[in-house]
């Protein structure tokens, strides 16, 4: 199985920070990983897929980058709004798998 | 907009057996695999399970492998979860999820989810 370790686990970061989280695969995947925002109660809503790729609807503030095994997701000017666990995902292959979560925090 | 409703969510006890449902609408169910994902309380996403558009292929987590079964019924567009032999481990929000254009993939589709506990 890939495994997919994301950091940090969590963050404190104020409104107008950029945050950076990082995600790293055991093994080659390509550009098949996703970024989710889940917020308490919810589901997870896809923000970014083939690694890079802005779903639509979601605020340009969002960005992803990277391939193969390393990966990075953005958000620049952190809005309320933004205060969430986010996760990646791999769908490269079977079965698939997801980091452990970050959690951005008010400061 | 895509439906998804989860159901049979329920407290049981270990080694007992559940069924869940996902109600689909809004979109050809008979279209697309479909995905079953948990979250434990506090806890990270799992995936559990996909099972293609026509049901012709299943996939599953380890973690669950012989115990739990996935099955749709597009004429009902509804997507199942049977678990069997629970173990207190099961225990976590139960989400479906439509998959893409093929069984590795997830759409932005899921439902509300449903809570399974398992104790005794």
């Known amino acids: 199985d890939i495994q997919m370790t994301q950091s940090p686990s969590s963050l404190s970061a104020s409104v107008g920070d950029r945050v950076t989280i990082t995600c790293q695969a055991s093994?080659?995947?390509?550009?098949?990983l996703h970024w989710y925002q889940q917020k308490p109660g919810k589901a997870p809503k896809l923000l970014i897929y083939d690694a890079s790729t802005l779903e639509a609807g979601v605020p340009s503030r969002f960005s992803g980058s990277g391939s193969a095994t390393d990966f990075t997701f953005t958000i620049n000017s952190l809005q309320p709004e933004d205060f969430a666990t986010y996760y990646c995902?791999?769908?490269?292959?079977?079965?698939?798998?997801f980091g452990g979560g970050t959690k951005v925090e008010i400061k | 907009q895509v439906q998804l409703v989860e159901s049979g969510g329920d407290v049981v006890q270990p080694g007992r057996s559940l069924r869940l449902s996902c109600a689909a609408s809004?979109?050809?169910?008979?279209?697309?695999?479909m995905h079953w994902v948990r979250q434990a309380p506090g806890k990270g996403l799992e995936w559990v399970a996909v099972?293609?558009?026509?049901?012709?292929?299943?996939f599953y987590a380890d973690s669950v492998k012989g115990r739990f079964t996935i099955s749709r019924d597009n004429s009902r567009n509804t997507l199942y979860l049977q678990m069997n032999s629970l173990r207190t481990e099961d225990t976590a929000v139960y989400f479906c999820?439509?998959?893409?254009?093929?069984?590795?993939?997830?759409?932005?589709?899921w439902g509300q989810g449903t809570l399974v506990t398992v104790s005794s």
């Open positions: 099972i293609s558009f026509d049901g012709s292929d299943e």
């Open positions: 999820a439509r998959g893409g254009f093929t069984v590795t993939t997830i759409s932005n589709s």
């Open positions: 093994q080659d995947i390509r550009k098949y």
């Open positions: 995902q791999q769908y490269d292959r079977l079965p698939l798998t």
């Open positions: 809004r979109f050809t169910f008979s279209n697309f695999p």
